[in-house]
C-alpha cells in the first residue's frame, strides 16, 4: 500500500451535497473533535455495520454471503483499480518514509509479545511468511502485488539463490523498488508493472512458472476470485504453492461501497475493495485448493496502526510540506488529519472486541490434481 516525484495526483476533497452527519465529519477532518471521541464514533458505526450485516442473524448472514458470492463471480477481477492507486500507492514515496517502518511494510505486522517496535513487528510477520508458504532458497518466487518492495527485498537477501520477481500496479513503486535493489547490489530481483486485470508475464520472465506465488494484502482489492486464482494457477508450476494473507472478518463479508457519499473509508481508502470472511476464498477451489490455513488475531493490526499513527504525528513537521506539494497549502492539513483517521479507523476496526471479529487469514493453496 507511490510515485517518487511528489507529482503525484491524488483525489481532492470533492464539495457535494453532504449527508445527515457531514458537518460531524468536517470536524472530524478538520481536527476539531478530540481523538479518544473520533475513535468512539468509529466503534459505533462498527457495531453497527456488525448489526447491519447480519451478524447475529444466522440466516440473514447466510443469505447476504451466498448473494455475495454470486456476485463476485459474475464480476471481473478487480474494479476501480486506478482508484488504489490514486489513494494509497501513488503518494510521494517520502510520505510513507517518514512513518512507516524500516521494511516500509503497508500491511499487518506481528507482535508476538506485544511489546516489539514496528521495525521488529514488520521483520517477525516477514519471518512467519517464509515458514507458511514454506520457502526455501533456490525458488522462483513471485510477489504479487509488491507494494514498496518490503517482501521483495527482504525476499531477495534472505535467498540469494532465488530468483524474486514482483509484480506491481505502480510505476513509481517499481521505480523505488528497482533504486533499493541496486543500493544493496541485489541482482536476483525484478519489479515488472501491469494490472493484474489483464496483465500477462512475457515468456523470459515466466519461464516454466513459479514454485511460490505471495500476496499480502492484495486480495482485499480483488472482486472475482475464480478468475483470479484461475490466472495466478496458470503462472504456477505443477507443485507450486500459493501463500495469502488477507484482512478480514471471522464471518461477514461485504463491498466496501460509496452510495450516499457516507461510508467515509471507501471514498478516501478504499473505493472497489472487499471485506473478506475467513471462509470466501475457499468458495474459489476451481483451481487451486486449500492446504492449510491460519488466523491472526485483529490486535497485530491494531497494535501496527497505532505505530503508524504514532510515527505519523511525530513526523508531521517533516511531512506536512509533502502534502502541500501534493494537495495544495489549503487542503494540506485536511488530508494529514484523513490519513491519522484512517490509521485510527484501522486501528479501531481490527481492535474491536480484543481483535476477535476482524482479523488477518493466512492461506497456502496448492494445485488441484487430477
Not at 484512517?342 to 492461506?363: D, I, Q, S, T
Request: a negative charge; one cysteine or more.
Amino acid at each position: 500500500m507511490s510515485d517518487l516525484s511528489s507529482q503525484a495526483a491524488m483525489p481532492k476533497p470533492q464539495k457535494q451535497e453532504a449527508p445527515v452527519d457531514g458537518r460531524l465529519i468536517d470536524w472530524c477532518e478538520r481536527g476539531r473533535i478530540p481523538d479518544s471521541l473520533v475513535r468512539l464514533g468509529m466503534r459505533r458505526l462498527m457495531k453497527q455495520r456488525l448489526r447491519d450485516e447480519g451478524l447475529n442473524d444466522g440466516e440473514a448472514r447466510s443469505k447476504r454471503f451466498n448473494r455475495l458470492v454470486d456476485e463476485l463471480r459474475a464480476s471481473p477481477i478487480a474494479i476501480e483499480t486506478q482508484a488504489a492507486n490514486s489513494q494509497h500507492y501513488e503518494v510521494p514515496a517520502e510520505f510513507f518514509h517518514g512513518h512507516l517502518g524500516e521494511h516500509l511494510k503497508y500491511s499487518c505486522c506481528l507482535y508476538r509479545t506485544g511489546k516489539e517496535t514496528l521495525d521488529q513487528a514488520e521483520t517477525a510477520m516477514l519471518e512467519e511468511y517464509a515458514v507458511r508458504a514454506q520457502l526455501y532458497d533456490g525458488q522462483r518466487i513471485l510477489d504479487l502485488g509488491c507494494g514498496w518492495g518490503s517482501l521483495s527485498l527482504w525476499l531477495a537477501e534472505k535467498y540469494p539463490r532465488s530468483q524474486i520477481v514482483g509484480l506491481s500496479n505502480s510505476l513509481g513503486q517499481r521505480e523505488f523498488i528497482e533504486v533499493m535493489a541496486a543500493e544493496r547490489g541485489l541482482t536476483n530481483l525484478r519489479v515488472v508493472t501491469g494490472n493484474i486485470v489483464d496483465y500477462q508475464f512475457d515468456e523470459a520472465v515466466l519461464g516454466d512458472g513459479f514454485d511460490r506465488v505471495l500476496s499480502i494484502e492484495m486480495f482485499e482489492h480483488m472482486k472475482n476470485y475464480r478468475l483470479l486464482l484461475n490466472k495466478v494457477c496458470g503462472w504456477m508450476r505443477e507443485d507450486a504453492k500459493l501463500f495469502v494473507h488477507v484482512f478480514a472478518h471471522r464471518t461477514l463479508a461485504y463491498h466496501f461501497e460509496v452510495k450516499d457519499g457516507s461510508d467515509w473509508m471507501s471514498k478516501y481508502f478504499f473505493t472497489g475493495g472487499t471485506m473478506p470472511s475467513e471462509s470466501l476464498l475457499l468458495h474459489f477451489q476451481d483451481d487451486l485448493t486449500i492446504d492449510r490455513q491460519w488466523w491472526v488475531s485483529g490486535a497485530h493490526y491494531e497494535k501496527t496502526a497505532n505505530h503508524w499513527l504514532e510515527n505519523l504525528d511525530a513526523a508531521r513537521n517533516e511531512l506536512m510540506p509533502l502534502l502541500v506539494q501534493t494537495y495544495g497549502a489549503a487542503d494540506a492539513p485536511v488530508w494529514f488529519q484523513r490519513w491519522r483517521m484512517f490509521y485510527m479507523a484501522v486501528a479501531e476496526l481490527f481492535g474491536y472486541a480484543k481483535g476477535n471479529e476482524w482479523g488477518v487469514a493466512h492461506y497456502r493453496f496448492a494445485k488441484r490434481r487430477g
